[in-house]
């Protein structure tokens, strides 16, 4: 009876090992010049799964992985799964310290890194005792000798059966750091299960068919492209085009020459395709499915991307790491009506908007919104008192601020902390956004309150113009004045030639404040 518990078994291993008998020969990912097949992605997934155990690693042991996009990514998160390691994903962009702090606060055991990183790896394990400090893909001549190795593991003759590992639905899989945008990170601990709800649930919500070629170009370690997309179309046997990052130029010439159906990226990365010097030369009637998320998208940008992409359907995708991270979908027929909308929960989760006493509040008052789900996390890795905080009343708290319509359709002000105290009122920074981008000279805009001895926090709008165009500050405060009320108009409109971004494509507001009040 041993085996008994394999029978039931809801975890990522057991779902791919059913990929991998049901679509065995197909293409599973491409990356560079490197095929796997479904069979051979599953088979190195087993293989780096029983190497990682035999270097010493235990069940339940955290293995962060710090790195770019790449097939040895996917098969390092594959495998982790199937022995029953806890995945820990880091943004590649973080420094040592900030690596090193990630390392500690989760109790990492071990490590796999691009060989690029390789100096700050060393800075940030100086005296961490780690029980394996590898390698994703390094170089033959890189590699030192004795050294772990993902895809030197691949190739190597260990064992492609699966680990004898005893796992339940309910064992964690992964400790999703979230961006830390004021405070350290913390780590949501999710499990199998949760994911799995979520995986089935994002086939449903967002069309994911298996005979849809898709690009995957945002960051992996990143819970959007990792759970919402990749995941979702490996189990359902999709050939999934990865690269190693979402370059314009890149990502237009994947949708052209791979037939790519469907895509998701964040709001700066569809605008850096439109705004590409050579858009029209791509041939892109392969694109059917456009999904968006990760920040608010202008309104003015999604009638832009409707006319510019023919026949492709627009998908508003909101949520956040602690749900895994989908809560919502905006579907393309819903566009049409309700373009800012966020759209409706989607089939594993329960949502409401709520005051400060958790009563709900009418539709078109705000307030935060809550969620209730499977896919949601178990609490924040070793911080009991914000996992309390979170879970009150029985409901995860989003820390963001919305509202319902009539028809129950959500509608996202913006995160609490980016709502903007102008003279005791409360402004959302998203509504100004919204009024600028109207003008058509502006690329891109973002909107902060910066600290005002008159006002609390003066509305201050950081714009970016479109190459070639001119505009004004009195221009701008003008086209603002027409548009929305005179108490949020902004005070001061600051040109830059970009804006700071996350390497997931998130405009970073807390720099742009800090730069602004340096």
Known sequence: MEH???????????????????????????????????????????????????????PG????????????????WLATTKAGLVHVPINFALSSDELRYILEQSGAKGLLSDSALADKVHEATQGFGLIVNGTLHADQQDSQLGSFDVLACVRSLLSTSEPAVALEG?????????????????????????LMAEYMACMVELDIKGSDAMLAALPLYHSAQMHVFL???????????????????GCLSAIAEQKIVSFFAPPTVWISLLRHADFDQFDLTTLKKAYYGASIMPVPVLEEMQQRFSGVGLYNCYGQSEIAPLATVLRPEEHAERPASAGRPILTVETRIVDLEMNDVAPGEHGEIIHRSPQLMTGYWDKPEMTYESFQGGWFHSGDVGYFDEAGYLYVV??????????????????????????????????VGLPDEKWIEAITAVVVVKEGQTVSEDELIHHAKSLIAPYKVPKRIVFAEALPKSTAGKILKRHLRQDLKE
């Open 4 to 58: 008994t518990h394999l029978i039931h078994r809801n975890t990522i291993g057991a779902a791919l090992n059913r990929s991998a008998r049901k679509y065995s020969h197909q293409l599973a990912l491409t990356f560079g010049e490197r095929t796997w097949s479904y069979q051979s992605l599953n088979d190195a997934a087993n293989s780096v799964a029983n190497g990682l155990l035999a270097a010493g690693l235990s």
């Open 414 to 447: 913006d995160r609490i902390k980016d709502v903007i105290n102008t003279g005791g009122v409360l402004v959302a920074s998203r509504e100004v956004e919204e009024a600028l981008f109207k003008h058509s000279a502006i690329s891109e805009v973002a909107v």
């Open 231 to 249: 995941m979702p179309a490996l189990l359902l046997g999709a050939p999934v085009y990865l690269l190693e990052a979402p370059l314009p130029d």
């Open 170 to 194: 309910s064992s964690l899989a992964q400790l999703l750091y979230t961006s830390g945008t004021t405070a350290a990170p913390k780590a949501a601990m999710m499990t199998h299960q949760a």
């Open 61 to 76: 042991d955290r293995l962060a992985v710090y790195g770019k996009n790449s097939d040895a990514y996917v098969i390092a």
